[in-house]
């Protein structure tokens, strides 16, 4: 008798993969959405710029009126040029892009945005975490002997850092970018919000930087774009494993459009900063509460239990993120509209007070 073949789909699976957890972003329903660091602003969409595309026609592969766009209103001058510029759908996809291109071994503080450790382990790329001291600052000595030990490989600093919401100190990530012998990639996804100089001034000056913008945080995560800023031959290199046509036409011609009224994207930003500010002062109000300071658009917070508060924000129809896992009993809220927001604090305050 013939023996059957054993189909089960797991023998095939890489083993970097079977062990991997996929990224949770589960859609929960509920009345305010404070979970994912959204804007509560959108967009307006301009009927002429959607009539502008032509479905049948592939996106600009380039997405050079996007690069230009972008280079113009955020780039420092002497680096205005679009061959310091590539875009991404997202900027997770260039984190995939740069682990793909540098290898590893991926080095990166931990708490921070799981995607760097997700996105090495699915390409098979060793990873070093090493712990933030007290007071979220990166540890720059252990992160320098992780890659002196390592032999160089791939930094990644989230500053502002997802989830702890703080800066990380200027001179330690300077330190880091001088002396690690690494790529280091400045993750600047929530400098729109914070009061700190953008690392963008360093770009000319450090060839093993990279940093990282995205304009899901500023109402237009819909879209997926996200941006790598580098030397032109940093750049290149990553280009190279882009998949062609990887930001749509429809992304492509809204954000340029927006990019283009920045007027309207930087009067929300200001609003969600002092909302930010009255929110952190609400918080840290309440009796239980440690509300840490943040420069970005979400607020870390610590709560005597976690697990309940997360649950009865909810049943008051709305959902904020559980970090319980990250960082210890901490909560982490997105800000909000001042509506939103002040539903938040009272389900909070029915909870604890
Ligand atoms: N970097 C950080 C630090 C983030 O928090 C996020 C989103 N949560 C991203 C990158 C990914 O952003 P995008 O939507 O551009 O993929």
Same mark, same amino acid.
């Given at each position: 008798?013939?023996?059957k073949a054993?189909?089960?789909v797991?023998?095939?699976?890489r083993?970097?993969? #079977?062990? #991997?957890?996929p ?11 404070? @979970? ?9 969409? =301009?009927? &002429? ?10 996106? @600009?592969?380039q ?6 766009? $972008?280079?113009?209103?955020?780039l %420092?001058?002497?680096?205005r040029?679009i ?7 997202g900027? @997770?996809?260039l ?9 590893g %071994? *991926? +080095? ?14 699915a390409?098979g ?6 712990p ?6 990166i ?13 160089? !490989?791939?930094i ?15 001179q330690k990530?300077?330190r880091?970018i /001088?002396?690690s012998g690494?790529?280091?990639?400045v ?12 690392f963008?001034s360093?770009?000319?000056k $450090?060839?093993?930087?990279a940093?990282?913008?995205?304009l899901?945080?500023v109402? #237009? ?10 030397e032109?031959?940093l750049v290149?290199?990553?280009?190279? *494993?882009?998949l ?6 429809f992304?492509?011609a809204i954000?340029? @459009?927006? +990019? ?8 929300? +930003? &200001? ?10 002062r ?11 300071? =943040?420069?970005a658009n979400?607020i870390l917070f ?6 309940? *508060?997360?649950? /009865?924000?909810?049943r ?10 990250a960082?210890?009993?901490? #909560?982490? *809220?997105t800000? !909000? =509209?001042g509506?939103e927001?002040?539903k938040? +604090?009272r389900?909070?305050?029915?909870t604890?007070?």
């Amino acid at each position: 008798m013939k023996k059957k073949a054993n189909t089960d789909v797991l023998r095939f699976v890489r083993p970097n993969i #079977l062990n #991997l957890r996929p990224y949770e972003a589960k859609e929960i329903p509920c009345g305010v959405k404070l @979970d994912a660091n959204e804007s509560p602003y959108p967009e307006k969409l =301009s009927a &002429r710029t959607l009539k502008s595309i032509e479905t049948n026609r592939y996106p @600009d592969p380039q997405a050079e009126a996007l690069r230009k766009a $972008y280079a113009q209103k955020n780039l %420092p001058a002497k680096i205005r040029g679009i061959e310091w510029l590539l875009h991404g759908n997202g900027s @997770d996809e260039l984190i995939f892009n740069l682990v793909c291109v540098f290898g590893g %071994p *991926v +080095i990166y503080p931990v708490p921070t945005f799981s995607m760097y450790g997700k996105i090495a382990a699915a390409l098979g790329q060793r990873v070093v975490e090493v712990p933030l001291q007290s007071g979220f600052d990166i540890d720059d000595s252990a992160l320098l002997s992780a890659a002196k030990k390592q032999k160089g !490989g791939i930094i990644f600093l989230s500053s502002p850092n997802n989830p702890t919401g703080n800066s990380f100190s200027a001179q330690k990530i300077l330190r880091v970018i /001088e002396e690690s012998g690494c790529v280091v990639v400045v993750d600047e996804a929530y400098q729109p919000f914070s009061a700190r100089k953008s690392f963008m001034s360093c770009l000319g000056k $450090y060839p093993n930087l990279a940093i990282l913008r995205t304009l899901s945080k500023v109402g #237009l995560a819909a879209l997926r774009v996200g941006f790598l800023i580098a030397e032109p031959g940093l750049v290149a290199q990553v280009n190279k *494993v882009r998949l062609p046509f990887n930001v749509n036409s429809f992304s492509q011609a809204i954000a340029v @459009d927006s +990019i283009s009224r920045a007027s309207g994207l930087r009067k929300h +930003i &200001r609003g969600i900063v002092s909302e930010r500010k009255r929110l952190h002062r609400e918080l840290s109000g309440i009796k239980g509460v440690t509300a840490y300071p =943040s420069d970005a658009n979400f607020i870390l917070f610590k709560v005597p239990d976690p697990e309940r *508060v997360y649950k /009865e924000a909810l049943r008051n129809g709305v959902l904020i993120r559980n970090l319980c896992e990250a960082v210890e009993g901490c #909560l982490r *809220v997105t800000v !909000g =509209s001042g509506k939103e927001n002040e539903k938040f +604090i009272r389900a909070i305050k029915r909870t604890l007070e």
